[in-house]
């Protein structure tokens, strides 16, 4: 018998990070920038749709680091009531780092974002076990 794959198209290269911080967003973005020499900026908000309706919205930030070929992003998880990951639930932010993953130290970058005051936490994710993983495809 023949096995026939879908190809959902979704990109898997990518690392993804948890924080788990009570800051606003263009806060933890600004922090980020501060302590890690990033230059975060505001990039359109991930927009959830319920039909033709809006039923979500979360702030989203975006770097580009040019000279280790990496895109870094900074995404709202959890807003009051409103969270985009369910799996999540205790995450108030994702950072998504694509591109030039080789030359990327996962260490050096948690051991930074831990030395921020405001942050409780981070957290290495694995994104493929995560059934909501098509909100990180951007």
């Known amino acids: ?30 922090l980020i920038n501060k302590h890690l020499g990033y230059n975060l900026r505001s990039d359109d908000d991930l927009t959830i749709y319920s ?27 959890r807003d009051d009531s409103l969270i985009l990951m369910h799996e999540l639930r205790n995450i108030d932010y994702l950072i998504i780092i694509k ?20 942050v409780q936490l981070i957290s290495a994710l694995h994104h493929k076990q995560l059934k909501q993983r098509q909100y990180l495809n951007f």
């Not at 280790?68 to 998880?77: F, V």
Request: proline share 3%; glycine share 6%; charged share 25%.
């Open 99 to 118: 591109g030039g993953l080789e030359f990327f130290e996962k260490t050096t970058f948690t051991r930074h974002i831990q030395s921020i005051p405001e």
């Open 51 to 77: 039909g033709e309706e809006i039923q979500q919205l979360h702030h989203r930030y975006f770097y580009e680091d040019e000279i280790n070929h990496l895109s870094i992003y900074l995404l709202q998880n």
């Open 1 to 30: 018998m023949k096995k026939i794959f879908l190809d959902t198209g979704y990109d898997d290269d990518f690392l993804l990070f948890g924080i788990v911080s009570q800051e606003k967003p263009h806060r933890m973005a600004w």
